[in-house]
């Protein structure tokens, strides 16, 4: 095959336990040590990133049902340790690995953020990336001292300018200002201070941070937003976006629609990286590969499965309506605009039951599905490349750890030998390995800042 001379970025997008009941899958949801292994997977396998993804909200479904959704599948994704905290730990014992993990703009503060995640980033010597989301799911809201989720539109325009204040907030110390002099006692160079002093609509913030200037600038910035607002964010402020796109060319009209309105922010379309999601189940054989996921959709119970899919419903009780019928029209959700309209789509244009897009939406999770051998799946990434589609893919196991060490063990090995993915790490940071230059909005030092707008 013919290749363009780019190279891939790759994620391994954690989401444990997934399908625990597999042979050979740990939990890797509360145990570090097997959060430990995944990581030095990833990274032996010379990954760019390993993200988390997280809310803080444990669905009512589980504990409202008098017992009856204790089994399910979806129950075990009830616990999980907090990312942020993980992701120190993680820092530790990995050397070039990037670590990213989701925090919502939602149900945070600005200050908060920026100094967690400049912290992450000193202690894993520029490795650390936010995974910005508004949050998907509404059940956050409650725990969060909110009567109810916040609606789509403010959500979005309160990200803006929650990125506007981190990003401002790391912007605090420029890079020499802390000189820590033995002989005349000084420590901080006050006049590469800089006081945020942001007054907005939703947030007062004077800074300036008590973390110095992180060591990528800024910590790499990802979204996972596809509606309207959540592509102009993602063009304004986004290094990485995680996506959900099922045919190569809706991949590729996202791509040029995101990278197309970039420019308007006076940014450079190679300085985001668009990555969409995979689920992928390998095997020696295509049977071997086909036998394993029907053992995983056989997993699924259609209550399990319905749950997945009700908060895309809107207020609609999708479980009213006969099983084996079409999905009916639905109201429009104030939890995910895009992956909703996703969902339609694909009910539409295959002409589901709403049983069968349940069960296909829950092994999804909305994303592409590859089930075969790694060189079909090599395939398939290398044409999405080569074709204007995506600069790499974010890897969605089905369980954990298994199907990683297999991608790595046989997917790596076949992208390096076509020349499309590294041997080695370029760089010691993360935006380094991404190709991304150090980010800023002020002139500091001598490096030369990017302007992100
Ligand atoms: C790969 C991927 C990972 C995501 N991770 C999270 C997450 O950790 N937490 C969250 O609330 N939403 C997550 N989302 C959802 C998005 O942040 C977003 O809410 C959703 O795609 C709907 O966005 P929209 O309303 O702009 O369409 C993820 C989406 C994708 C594609």
Redesign the pocket.
Known sequence: MQTSGRQLKLTA?CHPPGHWRMPGASPTDMDFQECVHLAQVAERGKFDML?????AAVAPAFYLSGGKAEALAEAARCVRLEPLTLLAGLATVTQRLGLVA?A?TTYNDPFSIARKFATIDHISNGRAGW?L?????VD?AQNFSAAQHLD?ALR?ERAQEFYDVVSGLWDSWEDDAIIRDRQTGRYIDPRKLHVLNHKGAHFSVRGPLNVARPPQGYPIVA?????E???ELAARTADVV???QISLEEAQNFYADLKGRMARYGRSADHLKIMP?IRYVLGATESEAKERYEMMLAEASDEGALASVQRLCGDLDIRRFPLDGPLPDLPPSN??????KMMIDLARRENLSIRQLARRFTFSL??LVHVGTASGLADMMQTWLDNDAADGF?M?SPYYPKPLEEFVATVIPELQRRGIFRAEYEGTTLRENLGLPFRTNRYVGLRKAVNSG
């Open positions: 997008f993200f988390f993804q997280d809310s989701t919502t995974n989301v508004t949050s998907q799911n956050e789509h979005y979204q996972a937003g596809s509606s607002p959540g592509r995680f996506t959900a999601g939890a995910a605009k895009a992956r909703q909305g994303h974010t969605l």
